[in-house]
């Protein structure tokens, strides 16, 4: 004959039974409603990929080349001064985007820029952040635009307010390409 269990085990067994199993369960559950999400995460991830490519499939002709839109890397302008007006309007979208402040802006009538070319002389003040934001958004979005010169001078702050992040005034110089009307 077996002695029975002390009051002292089955106190214990109660505590696992009855408290440590629910919590277990209750934990396994939220690890995977949090596996879950990832996975939905995932797959939407995945989905926009696969549409991506379908777009891009539907493109390519018989041949098997893929056509390229290359309206998106030129400004939506038929000439000079329109191509200027939409320049400068989307510099200063782009600075106001990053928290700076539009001082000038200037088309440059060089004769020696291409006939599709035009640039963009731009003198604003802004944060070292808001100009390190502004020159990654120009040099990989669309439209093309490159910077062609830069410079930058620290502008004095008002009761030393800002000396962590010091307000700066930014010339730059903006190429963009536009097609012209034949």
Do not use: C
Not at 94 to 105: F, H, M, Y
Not at 124 to 137: M, P, Q
Not at 151 to 157: Q, Y
């Amino acid at each position: 004959m077996s002695a029975a269990p002390s009051s002292s085990t089955l106190r214990l067994v109660a505590v696992v039974v009855f408290l440590a199993l629910p919590a277990a369960a209750l934990a396994t559950g939220l690890f995977q409603l949090v596996a879950w999400r990832e996975t939905e995460d995932l797959i939407a991830r995945q989905e926009a990929l696969l549409r991506d490519l379908d777009a891009r499939l539907a493109r390519t002709g018989a041949d098997g080349v893929v056509a390229v839109d290359t309206r998106t890397l030129y400004l939506a302008a038929g000439s000079r001064p329109l191509a200027g007006a939409d320049l400068q309007t989307r510099i200063g979208k782009a600075i106001a985007d990053v928290g700076g402040k539009l001082v000038e802006a200037q088309v440059i009538d060089d004769p020696d820029l291409p006939p599709d070319a035009i640039d963009l002389k731009v003198t604003f003040d802004a944060t070292n952040g808001g100009l390190l934001r502004l020159l990654h958004g120009l040099e990989t979005g669309l439209p093309l635009m490159t910077v062609g010169t830069a410079a930058v001078r620290e502008l004095p702050s008002q009761d030393g307010a800002g000396a962590e992040d010091p307000v700066l005034r930014i010339d730059l110089t903006v190429r963009a390409w536009f097609k012209a009307e034949a």
